[in-house]
């Protein structure tokens, strides 16, 4: 083990808690997926605890193990589109010192919001995605009134969902469009 390793071992270990995923595995934030996948390898071989089990520094195996679970943690995190996009918009925030790791309860909260999304999109309940799904058929067809129909029915499931209210809306501004035509075709 030469002395610059040590060095080296030494003073990221001691940066660890200072340092966003990017200079973990020494990136760029414009890394291509690309790189991020070469850089977590190379960090990932140069610090991986089995080349250190039978080293005799217990305080060393315990610094390079601490590097090497980091690593791990910033592959995971920048891998995915999705939560590199959250952790980015986090480090270039206004509490970057607070946003350094991505912990559990980040994770939690991006998979509960994805949830209420689709759910929002599609509906809680069964029935209330039936009909929602229904009034989507209609409306397509430009069946105007049984899309009304079938969304009242559908927002009695899940009064609360706004896709569902902001649909009907629109499908209510359209009925009153093509009935003040109609109104229009009859004065004439």
């Given at each position: 083990m030469d002395a610059q390793f040590l060095i080296e071992v030494e003073a990221l270990a001691g940066a660890l808690d200072q340092l966003d995923y990017f200079g973990v595995l020494k990136l760029q934030q414009t890394a291509t997926p690309a790189e991020i996948k070469a850089a977590y390898y190379r960090e990932s071989r140069t610090f991986h605890p089995d080349r250190f089990a039978a080293f005799p520094n217990a305080a060393l195996r315990d610094l390079v193990g601490r590097i090497y679970r980091r690593v791990n943690e910033a592959y995971t995190v920048l891998r995915d589109d999705r939560k590199r996009a959250r952790y980015v918009a986090d480090l270039n925030g206004p509490e970057r010192a607070q946003k350094l790791r991505f912990t559990e309860a980040d994770e939690v909260a991006v998979k509960e919001e994805q949830k209420k999304k689709l759910e929002e999109q599609l509906g809680q309940t069964p029935n209330g995605r039936k009909f929602y799904a229904a009034s989507l058929k209609?409306?397509?067809?430009?069946?105007?009134?049984?899309?009304?129909?079938?969304?009242?029915?559908?927002?009695?499931?899940e009064p609360g969902n706004a896709k569902f209210k902001e649909t009907l809306a629109a499908v209510q501004a359209e009925l009153e469009r093509t009935r003040d035509k109609g109104d229009a075709f009859r004065i004439k």
């Open positions: 209609e409306i397509e067809g430009a069946r105007w009134d049984a899309a009304e129909r079938a969304l009242k029915s559908a927002l009695m499931y």
